[in-house]
């Protein structure tokens, strides 16, 4: 290691690699027992939420940050309970989420970039796993006369061979409670987008957990959308056509 690496780790400045712990206590000729312990401390102080809360309004900050999060990242498992996964929405869902969310002036930049990082989609060498619950179609986020286009975005990315696009039936029998979206990236990351901010962890077990918690929820989906899609189009041309707010949602 360079003696940069090495006086940074002494002087406490930011939490060293798991790795690195190991290769030091080692050469140090420290017991196992120890090694481990050093090892479990280490791992621990990466599990914690970071919060990267830009200033207000700027929520075009937050989707750049989402973007460098994402370079060069190969597998994206992505749940929503709420809405559209954010890499599937269409320009006019994007706007009304966005603008709902932050206000309709910070809105153009953020979707511009939203916009760039959905690119990646075209990318053969990645995986994009996508769960979503049905409760994501029946929330009324946007103009009826928008939701066809956005069930057909979602009909085409279901086609893709490097996508998984599953959702959970409404009457699924759940194994684990849906309390929030969140993008595990590879096995380094976590993120959460909340209203005013991100959160992020990199620690072992927060990566752990939302990797056995995605996989449940995606075990509860299904593949087969194209009937539920087909039952939310019918639905909302509907609504286009009538005029009418009020109209339930299929069940």
């Not at 498992?77 to 309709?104: C, D, S, W």
């Not at 979602?154 to 996508?163: E, G, K, Q, Y």
């Amino acid at each position: 290691m360079s003696q940069a690496k090495i006086s940074r780790l002494e002087n406490g400045i930011g939490i060293p690699a798991v790795g690195d712990v190991r290769r030091i206590a080692q050469q140090l000729d420290a017991p196992p027992d120890l090694i481990e312990r050093l090892v479990e401390l280490t791992e621990r102080a990466g599990d914690q939420m970071t919060d990267w809360r830009p200033a207000r309004g700027v929520v075009a900050s937050m989707q750049r940050e989402v973007e460098q999060l994402e370079g060069g990242t190969h597998t994206f498992r992505v749940f929503q309970p709420a809405v559209v996964v954010g890499l599937a929405q269409t320009n006019e869902y994007m706007r009304a989420v966005l603008g709902a969310a932050h206000g309709i002036r910070s809105v153009p930049e953020a979707v511009s970039v939203r916009v760039r990082r959905q690119e990646a989609l075209s990318d053969p060498h990645r995986e994009f796993r996508f769960v979503m619950t049905e409760t994501v179609l029946r929330n009324r986020l946007c103009k009826p006369q928008y939701m066809p286009a956005q069930l057909q975005r979602l009909r085409d990315l279901a086609t893709l061979p490097n996508v998984s696009l599953r959702l959970i039936p409404s009457d699924a029998e759940l194994t684990i409670a849906p309390y929030h979206g969140f993008e595990l990236l590879d096995d380094r990351i976590v993120i959460v987008d909340v209203f005013n901010t991100l959160v992020t962890t990199r620690g072992r077990s927060d990566i752990a957990l939302y990797q056995e918690v995605f996989d449940r929820l995606e075990r509860n989906a299904t593949e087969d959308v194209d009937p539920i899609l087909d039952r939310y189009l019918d639905h909302y041309l509907d609504l286009a056509r009538s005029g009418r707010r009020q109209q339930p949602a299929p069940g």
